[in-house]
């Protein structure tokens, strides 16, 4: 299956959901990988790619390694290997290895090309489509970056047999954001159908896929109806940050998001409890985290402010209005606010 996503500017890729093919590159290739993933599959892709010269840069595994120095050693690979502007980046991993390779692409001599080889469900559904790149810095998750398309995404549902249970709700977490914000109908069979079945997760990939095109088709540069993808992470990058990167997954944290975004929106009359409680028992049926025990409300709430969705001093909240619906917002008082966060306390 092929999705293709159209941007404003002209400019289009492909999204290729299908068993990987060969990859015929007639200019300099860097794939960048990490220990895990270049332990299961690095093989199986080389195998699959041709290049004027291939070579490989192995960067530490985790969020907690997605920052500035790790971007440096990647441009280090680059510059030892004398890449030029027709060179290529093979972004091979998850959502951290894409959002890294992306930038780094985007910086290189002002900018080549790279290409996206998500091995992680939640990668295969969002990350990898959109061209967000970026990384973490103490004051929060991804306020360094820049928006810089992949060329191609090639989503190969061969690797997440390798997948450990974690990371695959990691990803089903991502798959149910996309239907509470824009799909009831897609919801409605995510509640009838299981995703540990090899055809069903194809299903739920490809549906995930085109609403994520269909979103950044018409809002590249996140000034609208994208921020909507951020249901559940305004929430889930405090808590992330809150925990340094290494308690939760990042889709772990924004199904725990997700939950907190809910309780604010039944508190203001948007949602109703039965279609939290729906949303909720989704998440917990692939043992998705839904809880969590804030030590300090009003140091959450401060946290809100370094998210770089909010402006000018307020708060931008991402409230579903239904199962299927749902409302960018930054009217929502501080007292409702505080009274969902002191719900985790």
């Given at each position: 299956m092929i999705v293709n996503i159209k941007l404003p500017n002209n400019t289009s890729y492909d999204i290729t959901i299908d068993t990987l093919k060969e990859l015929s590159y007639e200019r300099?290739?860097?794939?960048?990988?990490?220990?895990?993933?270049?332990?299961?599959?690095?093989?199986?892709?080389?195998?699959?790619?041709?290049a004027s010269e291939l070579s490989v840069v192995t960067i530490p595994d985790g969020e907690q390694y997605k920052h500035m120095q790790t971007i440096e050693s990647i441009l280090e690979h680059c510059f030892e290997h004398r890449l030029n502007r027709k060179s290529l980046l093979i972004a091979f991993g998850g959502g951290?290895?894409?959002?890294?390779?992306?930038?780094?692409?985007?910086?290189y001599q002002r900018g080549i090309d790279f290409v996206q080889v998500p091995t992680t469900l939640l990668s295969q559904v969002d990350a990898s489509v959109g061209g967000k790149t970026g990384v973490n810095n103490k004051f929060g998750k991804n306020l360094v970056g820049a928006f810089h398309q992949p060329i191609a995404v090639n989503i190969d549902p061969y690797f997440l047999t390798t997948l450990p249970k974690r990371e695959f709700g990691a990803g089903i977490a991502e798959i149910v954001k996309m239907a509470v914000t824009f799909n009831k109908e897609f919801f409605e069979w995510l509640e009838n159908n299981d995703l540990n079945d090899d055809e069903n997760i194809k299903?739920?990939?490809?549906k995930s896929v085109e609403t994520k095109a269909w979103v950044v088709s018409?809002?590249?540069k996140e000034n609208g109806i994208r921020a909507a993808?951020?249901?559940?992470h305004t929430?889930?990058?405090?808590i992330e940050n809150e925990t340094n990167y290494d308690t939760y997954l990042h889709g772990e944290a924004?199904?725990?998001?997700?939950?907190?975004?809910?309780?604010?929106?039944?508190?203001?009359?948007?949602?109703?409890?039965?279609?939290?409680?729906?949303v909720k028992q989704l998440l917990e049926k692939y043992d998705i985290p839904t809880t969590y025990s804030i030590k300090d409300v009003e140091d959450f709430y401060e946290h809100f402010f370094l998210d770089k969705k909010s402006l000018d001093n307020k708060i931008k909240f991402i409230?579903?209005?239904?199962?299927g619906d749902c409302e960018i917002t930054s009217a929502i008082s501080k007292q409702d606010v505080i009274a969902t966060l002191k719900d985790f306390k």
């Open positions: 300099k290739v860097v794939i960048v990988t990490n220990p895990t993933v270049s332990g299961f599959h690095l093989d199986y892709l080389m195998n699959k790619i041709k951290v290895i894409g959002d890294m390779t992306g930038f780094a692409a985007s910086i299903i739920a990939i490809a018409q809002d590249e993808l951020n249901y559940g929430f889930g990058h405090v924004v199904g725990i998001g997700m939950v907190m975004a809910n309780n604010l929106a039944v508190r203001i009359g948007y949602m109703s409890e039965d279609e939290a409680q729906r409230v579903p209005k239904s199962i």
